[in-house]
């Protein structure tokens, strides 16, 4: 049974937003700092995370763009993410558990240019 299960990915042109949402099991949700990531060519970056009791960080990339969030009556974090870029295309992640050893399947965000 998958632990980490994203959507919300598709493709939209720059500029515009989109949110991606990961529901996550409730042994990682209530017990683990949650996060996003996403995949480029060479390499799989850190994008945004959330502690338990809500604290965010966000990778200099995102500069104020992007906004990570969680609902714990659904147990599902979320990535608002606004004035999207081409640059901004990849495969985006949820990621948590101990040691932050959960990953989900990975959902595509393409932006067009």
């Known amino acids: 049974q998958a632990q980490l299960v994203e959507s919300g990915g598709g493709l939209v042109r720059s500029g515009e937003s989109l949110t991606l949402s990961c529901v996550a099991s409730?042994?990682?949700?209530?017990?683990?700092?949650m996060g996003w990531y996403r995949q480029a060519p060479g390499q799989r970056v850190q994008v945004a995370t959330i502690s338990v009791d809500g604290r965010m960080t966000y990778g200099n990339f995102v500069k104020g763009r992007f906004t990570i969030s969680r609902d714990n009556a659904k147990n599902t974090i979320y990535l608002q993410m606004n004035s999207l870029k081409p640059e901004d295309t990849a495969v985006y992640y949820c990621r948590g558990g101990r040691n932050w050893s959960s990953w989900g399947q990975g959902t595509q965000v393409t932006v067009s240019s």
């Open positions: 409730e042994d990682i949700f209530k017990n683990y700092a």
